[in-house]
């Protein structure tokens, strides 16, 4: 049944030759370029903002930091322990972005971003998580639309998302202030010059 949903649920997604080339092009743009804005957004919500709430930027770094790197791990762990093939390797439907041929389910994309969305929707603004859910869905679209993700790939890093979320809070209740003051002192240390500047915030 859930097999069934998927296969049909990618067809309906997945572009075939007929389709414009503009979406093919836009796909692409989506599926390869538009994850850069989460190293983008850390380093920004790191460095700089209003001086009352870049501590509070920052304590969000950390814990999307924490959600990613539990979520990785889940991913890699369910991926080898549940391997599955891309629908390219299947040859099923059509492939227009080149990729490796390894393990499906879940996508690391989808698991990234994802995870930092729903960071954004649990410890940042509301706003902000749903502009950021809605670029999830944006690229997790994308991979299915050009072959290399099956929709329940995204489905499930979405699910490993909550639960890296999930593992986050619990270890920022058991050690995140110290690690953040840990952070903040190494940090300065690191960047005095452009702390001094004012390039920076300190």
């Known amino acids: 049944m859930l097999e069934n949903l998927n296969y049909g649920l990618f067809y309906w997604i997945n572009a075939t030759p007929a389709s414009p080339a503009w979406m093919i092009d836009f796909a692409t743009f989506v599926a390869k370029d538009l994850i850069n804005i989460v190293p983008a957004l850390v380093v920004i919500l790191w460095l700089w903002g209003p001086r009352k709430q870049v501590g509070a930027q920052r304590q969000l770094v950390i814990k999307i930091a924490m959600a990613l790197g539990v979520s990785l791990l889940a991913s890699w762990g369910l991926g080898h ?119 920076i915030r300190d």
């Not at 971003?113 to 809605?134: E, Y």
């Open 81 to 199: 322990t549940f391997p599955h093939d891309r629908p390219f390797v299947d040859h099923i439907g059509y492939n227009f972005l080149h990729h490796a041929a390894d393990d499906s389910f879940p996508s690391d994309h989808g698991t990234v971003i994802f995870t930092f969305a729903l960071a954004f929707v649990l410890w940042h603004r509301l706003w902000s998580g749903i502009i950021l859910m809605a670029l999830a869905l944006a690229i997790a679209w994308s991979r299915v639309c050009l072959g290399v993700h099956w929709p329940l790939d995204m489905l499930g890093g979405l699910m490993v998302g909550m639960m890296g979320c999930l593992s986050a809070q619990i270890l920022w209740n058991l050690f995140g202030e110290r690690l953040y003051r840990a952070l903040s002192q190494l940090y300065r240390i690191c960047f005095a010059l452009p702390i001094r500047k004012g390039w």
